[in-house]
């Protein structure tokens, strides 16, 4: 865990408005895509709150946030019904008087019109906004965004819908927000995949402990570390060459097991490119996944010119039938067996007329584990131009947790193969 | 939206600290969790709040909670570093002193022998509790959970972990709570498919705004929507009987479209017990989806004797090789047309040798989209003993959005194609 709050004067509150979240209907993604987006702005966040559409709770929370936090960010509660009174308040503590903004007013007509939705008058609600204010016009829905500024105090007001908030935060706010701060921030991402979140953790410990500018964050997804570094400077070439050390030091440390340092691209595209670089066709031959690694692959646009089909064999049967895994390796090792993996990786390339392919199988549970082959047990195996690749896994957790880390296992597997064959090919490394 | 903020005396307040919240590392979903909970239990809950790890923000928090709230639920900032603080400062304001608590210190020696991982001194800080506490032990983990009792105030400490916390507090913090709420509190979730989450909830609008006892509450999921009725009475019996005429008019207006009354049953599962009764196997023809579907309906433990195999038909070669599509329907229809979706379904039952197939057809974009067949298009079709249940949809989003709408709309087709199967055979309804 990195702390990085800083006492300083620019600090962000984030106040979620909605009663959705105090009964849990929803899960709160926006205070984390926020808080993340202020993080890699330098900014401090101490509070976050969700209160209820509550006039009177949103009033009294809004005046404390505006004695500790020199920028409130509010999410929700701007939509068109009586409930909706988040604009209405923050205009209140602000001592603003609602007027009609001409253009929100045409934009939210035009928005329902374009997707024949009949126009309310409620619907007009939306086009107020407090006198003196920025409007962030929404081109997703009806409901404007707003910032106010007030002395040392800026609020910021947006919709709820993450398919609004989300690109009004960046097209609009996160430039506002990084035109407030007066030092220039950069940051850049190393993706990790193949290593723990604790052990990748317990590698950079040193690095985390000192740190101070630039600063390293681990940020852990399934079967990822994603380490997020960010220097704060007077320039961005000076930020850069704060982060640069770092950076090569982290690729020291952790080598091959970074697979990409673009934010944009996922562990499935990284493998996209490696195919697309080497020409390579691929397919999968899945048991235990069941279809869930093709659905990763195929996650990427572009993929078909290289995965043209997937075999999912959940039966024995189907693996004789499909992959032509040998009866006999079925009955003397198991259907959950190093020698069944690299027979369903061999005879899935074979049937699918591919370069590559990429084979799981193991016990899911929560049923089926043996002393022998307990739940988790996960044997995966890749069969590129040739050469096998083959490893065994024990995972822990539910039936949905083993089958997600063995996708992200499986596609690990897969990039290791396919980078190896490059590097034989053209004599270099990734 | 549902509004059920009452103001009684009864109210939770949930505060969670991590400076990993506020730096949007991982996303609450302890919030969501434990709101929804305590809305099962009739709970109010006015506020959540999150912290980092500082003491001095967390201590003003927590005076400010006790002042406005009569049960403070805390998560997170109980492991066994320096930085965690929450329990030492949960002590203060509740002017305890911390003692060693023999069970636990036992429970954590064996939790990290068991582990074979070495005991640090600050491993034991974690069996330090406040006086006249009650102490959640935890399996999980090793920082016990806490509850402490003053006056009118009741304070919760949970660790972080969602897998440490969520069974601590189902097996002991909902039982503590529940006993505390004076009247009994049963609810019932119906779940719903086939229909978005606006059209269902102006279906129930009249219930929802002349609601008070019981409530129907509706939350959406991709593809789904599911609605729990909550009712308040002196006894079960008489919860149930409030529940009942609710629950009958959700079964009059929605029909067929409940798929479940068993909150534990998911979309897949209620598929795979009508093909279990109907002793059917199912088998799997994906382009778009790419392997989702069938993964998706290899989450039900116990699926393998009713779907064996399953197939990934990305390119129109494989849905001639494996399915047997023929080159002409492709050539005239596309392969994005309820012809080929036709085709794929009658072929893969084929293949397979099963009883149903369904099958997955369509522009999940980015690219790829045109005037004729714009991203979003997807034909589905289920080919089930002879019948063939055909589906054109249009979804709009992302192409990971678009998929899985898909493979929630594929499940849905399945469902109503193998329950009309069902009808037919016995004559009686789902």
């Known amino acids: 865990m990195i702390i990085r709050e800083r006492d300083d004067d620019m600090t962000v509150e984030l106040i979620c408005v909605g009663t959705e979240l105090l009964l849990g209907n ?3 993604t926006n205070a984390a895509f926020i808080a993340e987006k202020c993080a890699m702005l330098g900014l ?4 976050q709150s969700v209160v209820g559409d509550n006039p009177g709770r949103l009033e009294e929370l809004l005046k404390t946030a505006m004695e500790r936090s020199s920028v409130i960010i509010l999410s929700g509660g701007l939509g068109p019904t009586q409930d909706d009174l988040t604009k209405e308040t923050a205009a209140r503590v602000m001592h603003r008087e609602l007027v009609e903004d001409v ?3 045409q934009e939210i007509q035009e928005f329902l019109e374009k997707r024949g ?3 309310t008058d409620n619907n007009w609600k939306q086009a107020l906004v407090p006198e003196n204010c920025q409007v962030l016009y929404n081109a997703n829905g009806t409901a404007p965004g707003i910032i106010m500024e007030e002395g040392q105090t800026r609020m910021i007001l947006l919709p709820g819908p993450p398919n609004e908030l989300i690109p009004m935060f960046e097209e609009q706010v996160y430039p506002y927000l990084h035109k407030l701060q007066p030092e220039i921030i950069c940051s850049k991402m190393v993706k990790l995949c193949g290593i ?6 317990t590698k950079i410990l040193d690095l985390i402990e000192t740190q101070t500018n630039p600063t390293v964050a681990p940020y852990a997804k399934t079967g990822e570390v994603h380490l ?5 400077a007077e320039s961005e070439q000076a930020a850069y060459e704060l982060i640069m050390p770092v950076e090569e030091e982290l690729r020291r440390r952790f080598g091959n097991l970074i697979y990409t340092d673009d934010p944009e691209v996922t562990l499935e595209m990284a493998v996209f490119r490696l195919l697309k670089e080497n020409h390579l066709t691929v397919t999968t031959a899945e048991s235990c996944t069941g279809g869930l690694l093709a659905g990763r692959l195929i996650n990427v646009p572009g993929i078909s010119e290289h995965l043209k089909e997937g075999y999912i064999t959940y039966s024995n049967e189907a693996k004789e039938k499909l992959l032509h895994v040998p009866e006999e390796i079925l009955k003397e090792y198991g259907a959950v067996s190093a020698q069944t993996a690299e027979a369903m990786a061999k ?6 007329d591919a370069d590559v392919c990429v084979a799981v199988t193991g016990v899911a549970g929560p049923d089926g584990g043996t002393k022998e082959k307990p739940v988790g047990l996960v044997y995966m195996s890749c069969y590129c131009k040739g050469k096998l690749y083959t490893e065994k896994n024990q995972y822990s957790g539910s039936r949905s947790k083993i ?4 996708v992200a296992s499986a596609l690990t597997l897969l990039r290791r193969a396919v980078a190896e064959y490059t590097n034989e090919v053209n004599g270099c490394g990734l």
């Open 196 to 201: 723990g979140e604790s052990s990748a953790e």
């Open 403 to 406: 089958r997600e880390y063995s």
């Open 103 to 105: 253009r929100a007013r």
């Open 347 to 352: 005879g899935g390339a074979q049937a699918a």
């Open 228 to 232: 997020r570094i960010t220097a704060k």
């Open 44 to 47: 401090s966040m101490f509070y």
């Open 117 to 119: 939705r009949s126009i």
């Open 26 to 28: 929803i899960v709160n």
